[in-house]
């Protein structure tokens, strides 16, 4: 009977979603979002599950002993907790607020997963291997766009600094691959929301509608 091959120490295996994220973590975001279990299954669940497997447990660039996903992860359960007591967008009718309430606080969350996260993968250069041991190459990011798990055969990764980064933000590229279409939607139905959203997907730093529910930048920029 063949043996199957073990990875080398310097490599980590490509896991599904369910294998990456903590069922506490997600527990609290579905606390945090004051949403249905419905709502959060079609909306925020599909989110989470495709940026954890897309993420798997490549480095934070800003603090390289964390997994960028739990940095990620953190960010939006702090965002949600700091959005619980803040009107958005400040100065509106309290009709609006009310009526756009649920929608802000998807936008937050989205936001602490998705903004600025081309550079923080292309932070590195991700060599392939396959099941049998096989190398298969550096992944390329404008190639497979949704992720080490949707690359034919590839079972295990290997990360290290990348030599020259590319300059192009990918941020609308992953945005585009990551983001579930009915998120997508929700967004589309409210231009005001939609426009700050994108507003700050790359930013440099936080807008200022923003900023107060993520005062540090840690695991975001």
């Not at 949707?150 to 980064?165: F, G």
Request: proline share 12%; hydrophobic share 50%.
């Amino acid at each position: 009977m063949a043996l199957k091959p073990t990875l080398a120490p310097d490599r980590a295996p490509i896991l599904p979603a369910s294998a990456l994220l903590d069922a506490v973590a997600i527990q609290a975001l579905y606390a945090g979002s004051s949403s249905s279990a419905t709502h959060f299954n079609a909306v925020y669940r599909p989110l989470l599950h495709a940026v954890a497997e897309y993420l798997q447990r490549l480095p934070d660039p800003e603090q390289p002993a964390i997994p960028l996903l739990e940095a990620r992860v953190r960010t939006a359960a702090e965002g949600l907790r700091r959005r619980r007591g803040r009107l958005l967008p400040p100065g509106a009718s309290a009709e609006r607020i009310a009526e756009e309430a649920d929608l802000w606080t998807y936008a937050v969350f989205s936001l602490a997963l998705l903004r600025r996260l081309g550079p923080a993968v292309t932070a590195w250069r991700i060599t392939l291997w396959s099941a049998q041991d096989q190398p298969l190459g550096v992944w390329r990011l404008w190639d497979t766009p949704r992720g080490l798990a949707r690359v034919p055969r590839a079972a295990a990764y290997q990360v290290q600094p990348a030599p020259h980064p590319p300059r192009a933000d990918a941020t609308p590229l992953l945005v585009g691959a990551l983001m579930p279409p009915a998120g997508l939607h929700w967004l589309w139905r409210a231009p005001a929301v939609l426009d700050a959203w994108r507003a700050a997907l790359q930013a440099p730093s936080w807008p200022a509608l923003f900023q107060p529910l993520f005062p540090d930048e840690s695991g975001v920029c």
